[in-house]
């Protein structure tokens, strides 16, 4: 464990890792403050939580992209992330928490900077960030049409990343469970944001989630914070979070073998929640639109989605 600020950090951003270390690497510099626009390492602190593994990210690794980076590495029993996820919320140093279930989801340059702008202005806030997935297919899809990382590699050596972090939207589509777009209901978001209290008050991420990667957790735990009294939701509209391929079970493996654990998982999540539609809270759009992602926009407006 690396344990390194000097300073108390405003925002603590929570990141896991599971068998992804390129993945997350790419991950931790698009949180880095050489990416990020507007903000300095003092402001943030990022906690990378690494579940033991055959390929590991490493704190060597980690540690390089950033000051501000602090690591812990554990020795998990269960086939979840979800104590990783409580773990790591635990060892927040800000007044604010966000939760990146997914280590393998680059995000855009300015989240971190409206993150924070965000909880200044509205600290009970929930502030959450659009999930899309890199290639012209969300990746359920694309595996099984031969998508694998080489296909990605070429993409992003395609927009030059990690020059302009913004043309990730060029090469990506809306996550399934952010089909809805803008303006309409979706399941979850892989960068949720909450105050520690908050956190704390509804109790962080049901541990009772204990399937593979979690199972649904991540859409319970979506749900239960926007739904929560007295918390306004910001969606940072013209910032994303970009899903990468690492062979992750839900996404990223072949279509009978998810089709297996999708009904398992499924099964789970019936026996834990009563009411899974997704949440109803109406977004407050923060932020702006960049041009690579105006296209989103337009398939938000019209209401269709079309994979």
């Not at 009970?124 to 990746?139: R, S, T, W």
């Not at 007295?230 to 089709?259: C, D, K, V, W």
């Amino acid at each position: 464990m690396t344990d390194t600020l000097a300073t108390t950090p405003t925002l603590s951003l929570v990141v896991i890792v599971y068998k992804m270390a390129d993945q997350a690497e790419r991950t931790l510099r698009s949180l880095s403050v050489a990416y990020q626009q507007g903000v300095r390492e003092e402001d943030y602190e990022v906690i990378v939580v690494e579940n033991a593994s055959s390929w590991e990210l490493g704190e060597a690794r980690a540690c390089a992209t950033g000051g501000n980076v602090r690591y812990f590495r554990r020795e998990e029993t269960q086939r979840t992330p979800v104590h990783a996820v409580n773990f790591g919320a635990a060892q927040a140093r800000g007044s604010h928490v966000v939760i990146m279930i997914d280590g393998a989801r680059m995000v855009t340059p300015g989240v971190v900077r409206l993150a924070l702008d965000a909880f200044r202005i509205a600290p009970n806030a929930a502030v959450c960030v659009p999930g899309y997935h890199l290639g012209d297919k969300p990746q359920q899809v694309a595996v099984n049409e031969g998508y694998d990382e080489a296909a990605e590699a070429k993409l992003l050596d395609e927009i030059a990343w990690p020059s302009d972090g913004y043309r990730l939207f060029e090469i990506a589509v809306f996550a399934l469970s952010c089909a809805a777009g803008f303006f309409r209901p979706n399941h979850e978001s892989n960068f949720l944001g909450v105050s520690v209290a908050k956190w704390n008050a509804l109790g962080g991420m049901d541990a009772r989630y204990d399937d593979l990667g979690g199972g649904m957790a991540n859409l319970a735990l979506y749900k239960n914070v926007l739904e929560a009294p007295n918390t306004p939701y910001y969606l940072l509209f013209g910032e994303g979070s970009f899903h990468q391929f690492h062979g992750g079970i839900s996404t990223n493996a072949p279509r009978g073998e998810r089709e297996i654990v999708g009904r398992q998982i499924d099964e789970q999540d019936k026996a834990l929640r009563v009411d899974r539609t997704p949440p109803q809270a109406r977004p407050i759009l923060f932020g702006q639109l960049h041009p690579s992602a105006y296209r989103f926009m337009r398939q938000s407006l019209d209401g269709v989605y079309t994979p």
